[in-house]
């Protein structure tokens, strides 16, 4: 991957990678697994970008894609991260946000299915229900009733714990 | 009052001093030592698939009076785990602390050479597999019984001074195919094993020397 196009395509959307890469992994060293394994996928997809979509709509897409497959990969291999727990344990003290509501909401998003995860974070993220839609590949009009749904939930999750 | 979902994500990622971004470093020096250690992970379990599965078949020729085959066969398959195993020894002593791309074209040599060679070896190993697994049957009692049946009164007229003639010749078509094809069907076998290695394999270069270039 050349630098330029790092610096120039990926760099500015950062945000977008590591708050949707931290709400599928549970260790730094996962995280930057993933983080490094979606930019490398940006860069080799980057031909297929015909600017249909904004080039972040385009980034959140692969993002999740990427992230939905590897969580897939990773239940197949589910034994081995029980083997890995410890290394878990000692990463993540490091993982942790500073911000404790922030951690918080993230471990009660984790608690969700990989696509109400992904409908969540685009929704945290401003996007509308079109665009949700489009980058999970489904209807607008289930869109708000099921981002409703989700939020309740996390408020079930969350209840008591956040002032 | 409690703080919307909303409100905690705004207002966490602004305050936020955490949203670090990863280094890029050695992502090609793991990626190929990690399809290095895949392919060589079911290198071994195929190994061990091809001794256990030998050595079950010799147990089961044996008490279904096929031992001929069974012995036959577990000769064959271990004969291939053995020379397989000593190819595999020189992959080992690939030099790891080299470049991503000097590593992984180091192991692409290392697999055409191993591909090359057991290619030239399907070419006798398939036929002899079906040679052994058709002896082994012709020798055995189920065998005796059918080959009795069908050779038997009133079909000696297939017999040329006792031997089956037309058995024979057409069991020698079918290993000459199987000599003629051997290659073409371990390729197609090894596909279906390794290809999506393969496949990895193929984009991580060609990514690498991109780079390179």
Known sequence: MSNDFYTLKILPYA??????????????????????????????????????????????????????????????????????????????????????????????????????????????????????????????NNIGVRVNRIKERLKKLLDGKIN | ME?????IWKHGFDVENKLIVPKLNDLYNRKSKHIVAKFKRMFIFNTWFLIIFSVLFLIYSFFNGFLFGGILIFVLFNSLVLINRNLFKTLNKLDTNVSSFEYITSFDSWLKVQVAMNKKMAHFYYPLLFVCFMMGLWFSDGGQEVINEVLGEPHQIYLVNGVPVYWVLGMSIIAGLFAIFGGAIYKLDLYLMYGHIFRKLEELMKDINELKN
């Open chain 2, 3 to 7: 703080k919307s979902i909303e409100h």
């Open chain 1, 15 to 140: 945000g977008i990678i590591i708050k949707i890469c931290r709400a599928y992994t549970d260790s730094q060293e996962d995280f930057e697994d993933y983080y490094q394994e979606v930019c490398l996928q940006i860069w080799r997809s980057r031909e297929q970008f015909r600017g249909d979509s904004k080039w972040s709509t385009w980034i959140y897409r692969l993002s999740l894609n990427i992230c939905l497959t590897f969580i897939k990969k990773k239940q197949k291999n589910k034994q081995h991260v029980n083997a890995d727990n410890k290394m878990i344990a000692d990463t993540i003290d490091n993982y942790a946000f500073s911000d404790e509501s922030l951690n918080l909401l993230y471990d009660a998003i984790k608690k969700l299915s990989e696509i109400d995860r992904a409908v969540i974070l685009l929704y945290l993220e401003e996007k509308s229900q079109k665009e949700i839609a489009e980058i999970i590949g489904t209807s607008p």
